[in-house]
């Protein structure tokens, strides 16, 4: 049984150590992050690296890194979820028409007085329902998962929409709601914006389920094994609608909540949340590291994709570039990171 | 025969981590037909990819007629007057034959559009002269693979390549196909061509080559013509030991009944199929290519759904009608196509062997990582599997590793039936035997064995027992005893026969 064929010995030998070229590769991404940051302070004389700028920096990401962390086991897979924009925007308004204080103004529900935990519920309960529809249309009646989300990124938003009525959106809500975009924790109440921001701690929060989900569960191999081989993984005994189902309303939950911090930290919900959102999340995905192609992807990635992205947009804030530039500067990045990614993942003839 | 039509010399490839040619020399003389022989991983397909110019050469000298040649790119290649006809044939399946010789040089008429009647008039000219029985109209995909691969060599001819590249043409064709490809290979070597065949087949080695170059670890070891080597010397020098036995097929002892396929039916491939395996058993599913052996197997796994049939495992019926299914009542499958339904590339090696006995190796979803790290190991020990580490890609790994690892996803299960779908296919003579010498100590083991191969010795050398199936129906069962090449093909071709009398 052990007649080690001499070859082995050689082949260890030429990759022992770290390899180099890999680390480099693999890692890059958090390089590019200390550059931009570097870059940018001596650009702006220090302004972006105060604290405050740092902290507001990660909240405004918090969104996009929350859905992005939901995209990349979409994208692990050879999925994209288009619709979380709309989602978030439908979770928003449902959830903030639940919330409002009840003897203001325009309010959905007059005179209704709810616990705030409802409304909370409602929001995530409709970003997970349409992302469970998102799944099922996607394992049961095997649509492309572009064409499902496409269609759910119009149904979603349509129905934002028809529930706002008027198109005014729903303000005047609960403190208590609010403060979950607004409140900190281990805030110093001597000190204003001292603390960490409750959007940044949830954000921290669902990136470490989920980098536990993915890289130690069996739901995570699984996961992984249907982005490097659906067929072989049916073969190898793995439910592909259970999953497919499973990573579509995690998506949609996960959009939900954004919808929700987003709503509290305006103190509005507005059926206009979130357009474009998708975008902003499959770009850090991908400059994150995680492969078109299937297969290859991490948390920690689209979490340092999630910052470059806000590091890159504050810059530009805080340089006076037009917002209007600033949105050729992310379709140019988005189009590099894919680039970075057919070279880096391109498939050994 | 004159000088050389390609000299190589001093060739180094290098991968990342992989050293994958060194110092290698290859020439080739033309009107010849020259066999590249030598266990997988050897380095033949990385060479021939650099000849035809789909991978670039690190360090080393080509020339072509005499003259210093930079191939860098397929295109080089066929100006060169190089073409390959790869593995996996690439063409266009929606297309018509003549449409895929002529394409990116497409026939135009008067007003400049592509005409299709000129395109498949000049392709019937190259069929006649070549004795091609295809309609060039005929779409691709409607074709077998013997008839596709047809087309790409007339594609090949039709430009005026000297020099053939054939990367084991044979893996997918009958005997019948293989015959009148080699028929086809003497026409183009009488007409002057280079043709450089390679493959893992001995007696096709014998039949059809001139020269023969034998590379082992990505090294050169010896360019002999085929004249002066016989099997023993060949294989001896490709593994660089001998063989003792290149079928270790040892006596289990046969136990009880462990699985009954009753009355199984599924469309045009699986009519009205029943056998049932023993333990201890290794049972041989042999047939040509397209008689249903592969889909039935399939069936039983229930990657595809039965229309009808029973499945009884231990005695007790079982429903299948998805994999996850079939692993839980205690079977195993190990596909036919590595690439397509088995290897996930860009995953580890520990990945792909872990994942069919994942709800093994977990605890409330958590995965065991100390778990899983020993039983991969003593699997990548006791296979002797060659790779750097368990993190190494599998796409990285040779075919005959690749194919130990898929072996290991299977053992990891612990399963009761093992299905083996052509278990050496494509793979070289050392990973070979010692795949066979697992399967037999698997049998010791009490574990029944199913395997379907379109290799008659294998066939004939590793099983107790042989059904033979035909156009979707089982025809016919041997006893090992009693199973000869003959008798076996004579119930392979039993239904085609009926039909010729009808």
Known sequence: MSNQPPTTTSLQVITKGIDWAAFVRKY??????????????????????????????????????????????????????????????????VAASLVQIPTGSLVKFAGIDLPVIVGILAGLGVGALAGFVNGLLISRFRLAPFI?????????????????????????????????GQGYLFNDPNTPLSG????????????????????????????????????????????????????????GLLAGLAGILWSARTGSGNSTLGQGIELDAITATIIGGTSFKGGIGSIWGTVVGALLIGVINNGLDLLGVSPFWQIVVKGGIIILAIIIDERKNAKKA | MGEYIVEMHGITKRFPGVLALNDVQFKLRPGTVHSLMGENGA??????????????????????????????????????????????????????????????????????????????????????????????????????????????????????????????????????????????????RAAGTAIIYIT????????????????????????????????????????????????????????????????????????DVSFSVRRGE??????????????????????????????KVNGKEVKIREPHQAIAAGLGLLTEDRKKTGIMGVLSVRDNMSVAALPKFTIGGFLRKRLIEKECEDQRQSLALKTPSLNQLIQNLSGGNQQKVLLSRWLLTDPDILIIDEPTRGIDVGAKSEIHRLMSELAKQGKAIIMVSSEMPEILGMSDRVVVMCDGRLVGEISRADATQENIMELATRFSEEIAVA
Not at chain 2, 284 to 307: D, K, N, P, Q
Request: glycine content about 10%.
């Open chain 2, 43 to 188: 380095g033949k397909s990385t060479l021939m990819k650099i000849l035809a110019g789909v991978y670039v050469l690190d360090e080393g000298q080509i020339t072509i007629e005499g003259v210093p040649t930079s191939i860098t790119s397929p295109r080089d290649g066929l100006v060169h007057g190089i073409s390959m006809i790869h593995q996996e044939l690439a063409f266009i399946p929606e297309l018509t034959a003549a449409e895929n010789i002529f394409l990116n040089r497409e026939l135009r008429n008067k007003v400049g559009l592509v005409s299709k009647k000129h395109m498949v008039e000049e392709t019937q000219k190259v069929f006649d002269r070549w004795n091609i029985n295809i309609n060039p109209a005929s779409r691709m995909k409607d074709l077998s693979v013997a008839q596709a691969q047809m087309v790409e060599i007339a594609k090949a001819i039709a430009f005026g390549s000297k020099i053939i590249i054939m990367d084991e043409p044979t893996s997918a064709i009958t005997e019948r196909e293989v015959a009148r490809l080699h028929d086809m290979i003497r026409q183009l």
């Open chain 1, 196 to 251: 960490i921001p409750l959007p940044v701690v949830l954000f921290i929060g669902v990136a470490i389920i989920a980098t536990v989900l993915l890289g130690y569960t069996k739901f995570g191999r699984y996961v992984y094994a249907i982005g490097g081989n659906e067929t072989a993984a049916r073969v190898s005994g793995i439910s592909i609608p259970k999953i497919t189902l499973i990573i579509y309303t995690m998506s």
């Open chain 2, 200 to 271: 893992h087949k001995m007696d096709e080695v014998f039949a059809i080559s001139d020269e023969i170059t034998v590379f082992r670890d990505g090294t050169w070891v010896a360019t002999e013509p085929a004249s002066k080597m016989d099997r023993n010397s060949l294989i001896s020098l490709m593994v660089g030991r001998e063989l003792t036995q290149l079928f270790p097929k040892s006596e289990a002892k046969i136990g009880e009944v462990i699985l009954e396929v009753e009355h199984l039916n599924r469309g045009n491939h699986v009519k």
């Open chain 1, 148 to 180: 499902a989300t496409l269609g759910m990124m119009s149904i979603a938003r349509g129905f934002a929409y028809i529930y706002t009525g008027d198109g005014r959106p729903f303000s005047n809500l609960k403190p208590e709601y609010n403060y979950l």
């Open chain 1, 28 to 93: 890059m991404i958090i390089g590019i992050l200390i550059l931009f940051v570097i870059a940018l302070a001596i650009l702006t004389g220090g302004n972006s690296v105060q604290p405050v700028n740092l902290v507001n920096v990660i909240r405004q990401v918090s969104a996009i890194g929350i859905i992005g962390v939901g995209m990349t086991f979409v994208i692990i897979t050879l999925g994209i979820d288009l619709s979380v924009g709309s989602i978030l925007g439908l979770s928003a308004v």
């Open chain 2, 282 to 311: 290794i049972l041989g599913f042999a047939g040509l290519m397209g008689s249903g052996r592969t889909e039935v197997l399939e069936t039983v796994f229930g990657i595809h759904a039965a229309e009808s049939g029973t499945i």
